[in-house]
């Protein structure tokens, strides 16, 4: 089966907290992609990051951090030192290389950053 | 450059009615992609277009909903007649190759059935 689950739904920090949201994937496939998405209010899919099965570097981008280990299954996301701005719906999701071109995505984390 | 466009960005209809959505992809990419989130659950694709053929259909619920592009264009999206399980949020993506890497995600066409 091939499958993302994002088990937090919600969570709520106060901000300047961090904060990470989890993500745990299936397939049988070895060659994968991994994303995260961000949905703001405004409502459009926001491309923040992605990963091949081949590489699992860590991976630091300002106050946004990804870790991803394959003997797990996961592909966590960090926030640090969150801020309101951060507040949104993030998917995880999960695609295959050299096969379809479908996006399997996760049912999303909805993150409200507290001031 | 513009990116992808969706229209309308709302739609309210009452059931048994028919909608279309309109997704207008990046100038110059093949390859288009409709995708779904019903409220609470994932985001599921639909189908898969390269210029005007159906590369994937698989997605697609049931035969209340038709999808064309013709001239390898832009894109629609009917769903008729529409049940209220069928609101929620579609996204277009469009990709200039086969790689899901590339896709770029409109703002989405939030659909309401009443």
């Known amino acids: 089966a091939q499958k993302v689950t994002q088990a937090q739904t919600e969570i709520s920090v106060v901000e300047k907290e961090d904060v990470t949201l989890d993500c745990v994937y299936e397939?049988?496939?070895?060659?994968?992609?991994l994303f995260w998405y961000k949905q703001p209010p405004s409502g459009e899919l926001v491309f923040l990051i992605r990963?091949?099965?081949?590489?699992?570097q860590n991976e630091i981008s300002g106050r946004y951090s990804w870790n991803f280990q394959k003997s797990t299954s996961s592909f966590n996301f960090t926030i640090t030192a969150s801020q309101v701005v951060d507040s949104a719906v993030y998917f995880c999701?999960?695609?295959?290389?050299?096969?379809?071109?479908?996006?399997?995505f996760g049912k999303g984390t909805r993150l409200h950053i507290l001031p | 450059e513009a990116g992808v466009t969706q229209f309308p960005s709302h739609s309210v209809i009452e059931k048994g009615q028919t909608v279309t959505l309109r997704c207008d992809p990046i100038?110059?990419?093949?390859?288009l992609y409709w995708y779904r989130r019903v409220m609470g659950k994932e985001i599921k694709f639909l189908l898969h277009?390269?210029?005007?053929?159906?590369?994937?259909e698989s997605g697609m619920p049931n035969n209340r909903f038709l999808a064309e592009r013709t001239g390898g264009t832009y894109s629609t999206l009917k769903v008729q007649p529409a049940e209220l399980e069928d609101s929620g949020v579609y996204f277009c993506?469009?990709?200039?190759?086969?790689?899901?890497?590339?896709?770029?995600f409109g703002p989405g066409t939030r659909l309401t059935v009443t």
């Open positions: 993506a469009s990709s200039q190759t086969r790689d899901s890497y590339e896709q770029y």
């Open positions: 397939t049988r496939d070895t060659t994968y992609y």
């Open positions: 990963r091949n099965s081949f590489d699992e």
């Open positions: 999701a999960l695609s295959f290389m050299n096969r379809d071109d479908k996006i399997i």
């Open positions: 100038s110059g990419h093949d390859n």
């Open positions: 277009f390269v210029k005007e053929s159906k590369q994937d």
